[in-house]
């Protein structure tokens, strides 16, 4: 496998396995409960992580079949949008921030 790189990340007393693929972002191995899988050693964290990159599909199936997701996305634009012209004001890290009008 060219181009990946397994990790075994300690946290105090335990591990955790993170891989990384060509052009994807790190990716933690999680449990069940959807929380990272924690290891005992370093050794333990880096085979599980080598076993879960066999079976994962390489590709990722497209999760937004129906549409949902653009539907959201679409509709939180509008909304921004609405704020904006209503209020006056501009969107700061997903805030509406009011804008001061100040006569000289």
Not at 22 to 35: S, Y
Not at 53 to 74: N, S, T, W, Y
Request: hydrophobic letters at 45%; charged letters at 25%; glycine letters at 8%.
């Amino acid at each position: 496998m060219t181009g990946t790189r397994i990790e075994a990340i300690s946290f105090g007393a335990y591990y955790c396995a993170a891989y990384r693929r060509d052009g994807a972002p790190d990716v933690l191995l999680d449990g069940a409960d959807g929380r990272p899988e924690r290891f005992t050693s370093a050794t333990a964290a880096i085979k599980a992580a080598e076993v879960a990159l066999h079976f994962k599909p390489a590709i990722p199936a497209d999760e937004d079949i129906l549409g949902a997701q653009r539907f959201h996305e679409v509709r939180a634009a509008a909304e921004v949008a609405l704020q904006i012209d209503t209020l006056g004001g501009i969107v700061v890290d997903g805030r509406v921030v009011p804008v001061e009008v100040r006569r000289r």
